[in-house]
């Protein structure tokens, strides 16, 4: 299974950005796909995900101001991010939770795309 992230870029604070994940390869289903960040020094953090029912979760940080979404025909999903600010800035890591055909659960990682945010 391969995890594809686009978008990203330096953007100015209170600007907006929109990251792209498309998740392909030999697997029976799809479960939630979502994604983390990680900056610097710290540790992967859950930003959002959502389930093939189009459940979503968000990290408390970004509520108002993210927005997750999913095609579940494609096995895609986007993060639209407005307002964003200097503390958003991190590489972004798009997973995906999929079942194989033997219905054993397993997740992919992308290579992840750097959110820059200039104050």
């Known amino acids: 299974v391969q995890v594809v992230e686009s978008g990203g870029g330096l953007v100015q604070a209170g600007g907006s950005l929109r990251l792209s994940c498309a998740a392909s390869?030999?697997?029976?289903?799809?479960?939630?796909m979502g994604w983390y960040r990680q900056a610097p020094g710290k540790q992967r953090e859950l930003v959002a995900t959502?389930?093939?029912?189009?459940?979503?979760n968000y990290a408390d940080s970004v509520k108002g101001r993210f927005t997750i979404s999913r095609d579940n025909g494609k096995n895609t999903i986007n993060l639209h991010m407005d307002n964003l600010k200097p503390e958003d800035t991190a590489a972004y890591y798009c997973?995906?939770?999929?079942?194989?055909?033997?219905?054993?659960?397993?997740?992919?990682w992308g290579q992840g795309t750097q959110v820059t945010v200039s104050s």
């Open positions: 390869g030999s697997f029976f289903s799809v479960d939630a």
């Open positions: 997973n995906a939770v999929y079942r194989d055909y033997r219905f054993a659960v397993s997740n992919a």
């Open positions: 959502v389930t093939s029912t189009g459940t979503t």
